[in-house]
Each structure stands twice: as C-alpha cells, then as structure tokens.
C-alpha cells in the first residue's frame, strides 16, 4: 500500500498553460511538503502544510499555489507554465512539524514544459 | 541559515569495497542530519537519521553514519558495496523555520558500484 503517492507521474505540456499535480498520504501524518528537484537533482523545499494550514512559503513565484482540502492531501497548482518550471516535484508528509521528524517522499511528478 | 556540503558529487566503488560518502553541515544549533537515498526514477528513501544520543546511527540495507560534532560531519559508510547500492545519496539538515522544519540538502553524491 503507497504511502506517499503522485498523480500524474509524468506531466508533458506547453508554455501558458495551467496543470495541477495531486498528492495523497495514507500515513496519517499531520504535515506535508512539497520539493523541487531541478535537472542537476538540487531539492529544495517550496511549501509546507500542517494540518491544512500553510507554514512554509519558500520565495516561490506566485504562479505556484498549493492547496491542503484535508491532512491527506496537498495539491500544487502552475499557472502560466513557463520553460524553468521543468522539473521533478516530490510531495512529502512527516508525523509531525518538528525538527526530528523524519520526512517519507513520493514517487514524484516530472513536468517537462515545451 | 543551515547549510549541508557533500564533497564529491561522484563515487565510484568495486563491489566488496567500502562505501564513503561524505557529508558536512553548517548549523548554529544541534542539527538534525538525515541521509536519503533515491534509486533512477524513483522518489527519496530514508536511511537514517540523527537526532540525539548515540553519536554512531545505524540504518538500512547496512548503512551507517557517524556524528561528529567537532568536525561538523555525518558521512555515511558501508563496509561492503553491492551492485543494487547504486544510487544518489542525499544529505539533510533538519532546518527550523519559524517553529517549522525544513529540510536543506545538499546536492548530492552520485555512486557508482562496478564489478
């Protein structure tokens, strides 16, 4: 059973356009993430939710808007796609928001932009 | 802010060899350090963490990492490679953002196990 799981897994579509990338964890964790993998495997954070709440917003263009409809899941929505969107976006959850918490990663979505 | 250098973005070993793989952090607290592993087209796994205690952490598929605090240091070993350890290998540092954790990793080690 996925823990951590990504829809689409692959995502191909043109400059201007709009797409969505759904997560969903079946951990019952309280926090979830989302991470940008770029072409050189650099991750960096971009947002975080706990509990439906947003806590961390990562100098991220406004163009990126991520929305929790309940603790399982944590969406990610691209307006006006541009060509240095292309990458790989890994969602994530933890048990919780603190320091300790390990974080459990999944398959990830990559988007290339044409 | 938190920062996490892995020097050598390649590794190569023989199979049978021991695995290093070299980790250092920046951090004006006590980190939290964390090793992840990511497989070709796949998402992150965890193989273990730090957090407090025992300075020596063992975790997966026989890996084990040792925290020195006097080095800044969490590199990751393995006395003997196998073919299915290849891998990228990320290095974590547990960051705390207005009461939140993030996670800053470094860029990663690429490792390469031949016959």
């Known amino acids: 059973d996925t823990a951590v799981s990504q829809t689409p897994k692959y995502l191909v579509t043109q400059m201007g356009n709009d797409k969505s990338i759904k997560c969903e964890q079946n951990?019952?964790?309280?926090?979830m993430y989302w991470y940008k993998q770029d072409s050189k495997k650099f991750l960096k954070i971009m947002f975080s939710y706990n509990n439906k709440e947003l806590i961390i917003n990562e100098t991220v263009p406004n163009r990126f808007s991520p929305k929790s409809p309940d603790k399982a899941h944590l969406n990610l929505h691209i307006n006006s796609l541009e060509l240095g969107d292309s990458a790989v976006y890994f969602c994530?959850?933890?048990?919780?928001?603190?320091?300790?918490?390990?974080?459990?990663f999944g398959p990830g979505t990559r988007l290339t932009v044409t | 802010a938190q920062s996490v250098t892995q020097l050598g973005s390649h590794v190569s070993v023989s199979e049978g060899a021991l695995v290093l793989l070299r980790c250092n952090y920046s951090s004006s607290v006590p980190p939290y350090l964390f090793w992840y592993v990511q497989y070709p087209n796949q998402g992150l796994q965890l193989l273990l963490k730090?957090?407090?205690?025992?300075?020596l952490v063992k975790g997966i598929n026989g890996f084990e990492a040792e925290f020195k605090k006097s080095e800044t240091s969490f590199h990751l070993t393995k006395p003997s490679a196998h073919m299915s350890d290849a891998a990228e290998y990320f290095c974590a540092v547990s960051e705390d953002s207005g009461g939140y954790n993030k996670l800053i990793f470094g860029a990663g080690t690429r490792l390469a196990v031949h016959p």
């Open positions: 730090y957090t407090t205690g025992a300075t």
């Open positions: 951990l019952g964790h309280d926090t």
């Open positions: 994530a959850s933890s048990q919780g928001s603190g320091s300790s918490y390990e974080q459990y």
